[in-house]
């Protein structure tokens, strides 16, 4: 079945996420309960950066709900309004090091309202291959975008929050920037959705923007479907509220994907975890991370990397059946 001759469904599935965000409790940094999920470190070491070479992989034949938050590194009031020198490319071959600039993508808005704007961007994709993906807002004919964005205005300013590649299922995400910069990084991000084998992309047959509820609904390409609301944001962190209509089984329904070479060249150089019933977290370097059955995760940097220096950390908790 095409994918918009099931928005009745998708339109049903969001007015309950909308409901749900009316009666849920305050969104917390740790869920402290709720499902432990497995997850899997496929990290690869990499000389080079941009070779998108971290992924933890969660998987739960369980899950159907649980929250994505994105949060400023404890380290960025040190970096003041500026960020670190960027990285060179470090060990990259000569294709790497001579590839040219990237092409200007062209930017179209697809909808926009007093605080909200989405916009859908067609041009050379990320590191995989660009595809456009069928995007509807409204009662608006799609249009084909290889990634749409997510702009939000508070108090006179109107910053880039939210990034979705539509070709992998890749989001990105950071909080609003804090007073005194004027804007920050982006950095690492989690796919959403049945993972194919290598375990850092899923395949969308579709996207529809909901802007009253501020919800982005993706139909997959090997069937079943998601829902991603905007549930919070401020200038400390970003959440997002993610409802599967059914469990995604036999494979992992996310994971957080971004780079490493070293410490201080990296996206995400530090895992921490609360694996069920423990009493506290346990921590690790991502190169060192055996993997895990926890409640919770989080993954990013405790000092300065010369890579996205102001991207934000990643926590994922409050996994739940619905």
Partial sequence: MHAFLRLAAAAVLAAAVLAAATTAPAVRAASLDGL???IENRT???????ARNVALTLASDATRRF????AHPAYLPMLGAAEA????L?????AVAARPGAEVPVRTTLHEDEGVRLVGVRGPGGLFAASDVPVRVGDAAPAGFGEIELWVTDAGRTERVLTLETGTGLWRMRPLAPEGRATTAFGAGAVIGPLGADGMRTRIESVVFAPRARTVQLAFAEGGGVAVRLAGLDRERIVLEVVFDKPV???????????HVTRTVSEIADVAVREADAAGWREAPITEFEGAVATDLWAGRTV???RATSAPDLALGR????
């Fill in 249 to 259: 089984t036999g494979r992992p329904f996310a994971a957080i994907v971004g780079d």
């Fill in 90 to 94: 470090l060990a990259c071959d000569a």
């Fill in 67 to 70: 929250t994505l938050t994105a």
């Fill in 319 to 322: 996994f739940q059946p619905l």
């Fill in 36 to 38: 432990a999920v497995t």
């Fill in 85 to 88: 020198p960027a990285a060179d």
């Fill in 44 to 50: 690869a070491p990499a000389l080079c950066a941009g």
């Fill in 304 to 306: 300065p990397s010369r």
